[in-house]
């Protein structure tokens, strides 16, 4: 089953780009790569999935390099109120309530 | 707003006491969930039910007993709970169980005296 490996912290700056990157190295052909973002005393929020090569919407982008063995979360220009815990998720139907796991994620601090 | 609904957002509870913490969605998912959020832990799963029916127990202890009467509607029944028991439980839908994004409410603070 597939494993996700996060940095436990970061620290940034208002305006700056920030690129989390998630290990998931035992990553299965059907499994799709998940990112969610949690505020304190609330439920996460996703953000971004993606299978393969770069996935864009309104709030991040998410880089998949060809083997798949790690994934990157790129936030353009953050804020201070994006400051939260990000997860990272790698699962399909096929992973079973694995892929529902949400390991202890990034805590990203946004400073003015 | 998610979609997800929680109540109570609070709850003090004795440990003699029996109580229930309720979840509803307003999005026409098929898929309910509880994770548990202890304080600086990871969420942890603890019930999956697609269609009404339960689909996964991770091993949650029985004082905790989950209800989900239609695809609508989670209950998660609460009773001689302890201490190591507060936490913020949060309920969560999603269309189906496969890749579909969760959609989670707000939680309920647990406090176990």
């Known amino acids: 089953l597939a494993k996700t490996t996060q940095p436990i912290s970061m620290d940034s700056y208002e305006g700056q780009e920030v690129n989390i990157t998630c290990s998931h190295n035992n990553i299965a052909t059907n499994d799709y790569i998940t990112w969610y973002q949690q505020f304190p005393s609330q439920g996460p929020r996703f953000i971004i999935q993606?299978?393969?090569t770069k996935v864009t919407n309104e709030v991040a982008s998410l880089f998949i390099p060809a083997d798949r063995k790690s994934s990157t979360l790129s936030l353009p220009r953050v804020s201070l109120s994006d400051t939260a815990v990000y997860y990272c998720l790698v699962g399909d139907e096929n992973t079973g309530f694995q892929k529902l796991v949400f390991g202890t994620g990034t805590r990203l601090l946004v400073s003015p | 707003e998610t979609g997800v609904t929680q109540t109570p957002r609070h709850l003090v509870m004795g440990m003699t006491n029996k109580k229930s913490l309720k979840c509803e969605q307003h999005l026409g998912h098929n898929a309910m969930y509880w994770y548990k959020q202890s304080a600086k832990k990871p969420l942890e799963l603890m019930f999956v039910?697609?269609?009404?029916?339960?689909?996964e127990n991770n091993s949650v202890p029985s004082r905790f007993s989950p209800e989900c009467p239609n695809s609508s509607h989670l209950f998660l029944h609460l009773h001689t709970l302890q201490p190591e028991d507060s936490a913020l439980y949060l309920c969560?839908?999603?269309?189906?169980?496969?890749?579909?994004?969760?959609?989670f409410g707000s939680g309920t603070q647990l406090s176990v005296l």
């Open positions: 969560a839908s999603s269309q189906g169980t496969g890749r579909e994004k969760l959609f």
């Open positions: 993606g299978y393969k």
């Open positions: 039910y697609n269609f009404k029916e339960q689909t």
